[in-house]
């Protein structure tokens, strides 16, 4: 997923076409470091969300290797930070890339939307 060709493509596969693409030969925890890549090549930040209906902004993702927490997001709230799964973030405008990214990465762990 590291192309610009790929970029209207990600819009157009249906999700596990999308998480094929993004997981094709990753083993074990590379799973997660292919969804952090697809995360940056295509969320531009920071993006509006919310945490159990209180708007944030996420202005990153990371995963710290641990794969009991998985892929964590960086979010910001009247001048606070905080660390969170991804798994907390609720994205309302479906049509963005942390959206699609989100719901993808949410089915490929078996929690699906």
Known sequence: MHSEDDTDDLDEMDLDELIERITIDAYGDEGYWSFLQAFED???????ASIVGTEITVTAIDFDGDERR????????????WTVSLLD???????????????????WLGVDC
């Open 70 to 81: 998985g892929l964590v997001a960086t979010v910001e709230r009247d001048d606070r930070s």
């Open 89 to 107: 973030i609720d994205v309302a405008d479906s049509r963005t890339r942390l959206a699609r990214l989100t719901d993808a990465y949410r089915r």
């Open 42 to 48: 295509h969320v531009q930040y920071p993006t509006a």
